[in-house]
């Protein structure tokens, strides 16, 4: 099955960006899960950070969640320590904080726009 709604990711300076928009099916979740990881692996060496940018996102799928929980075991265990996620949708930001609880030492945060993340990323230096 082709891929619905769409994601972009970047790099720069140790913090991941990911920018997601539409609605999701499985086959966007795994592809953008395979691409954050390769992302990642570029840096992955010292502590990193990211930004999820989900103002534009409209959910997926419910077999979502499962992979999105490993993928922030594996963020965590590969040296994420701070997570900024930008969601102005109050359903979607539910279902994140009950996903955020599997952290055990990265620290997250949610913000209703993108500045207000930045800026408290870089007072996490």
Not at 6 to 14: C, T
Not at 76 to 94: H, L, S
Not at 99 to 104: E, S
């Amino acid at each position: 099955m082709d891929e619905h709604g769409g994601y972009s990711l970047s790099s720069e300076n140790q913090v991941v960006t990911l920018r997601a928009t539409g609605a999701w099916n499985i086959e966007t979740v795994n592809s953008c899960c395979k691409a954050f990881k390769a992302t990642v692996e570029q840096i992955k060496n010292q502590s990193w950070s990211c930004i999820i940018e989900l103002s534009d996102w409209e959910l997926g799928p419910p077999e979502m969640w499962t992979e999105i929980i490993a993928l922030n075991i594996w963020s965590e265990v590969n040296n994420k320590k701070f997570e900024a996620v930008v969601i102005t949708n109050n359903v979607q930001r539910y279902f994140f904080e009950q996903l955020h609880k599997t952290f055990i030492n990265a620290q997250a945060k949610f913000f209703n726009n993108e500045i207000d993340a930045i800026t408290w990323l870089n007072a996490q230096k």
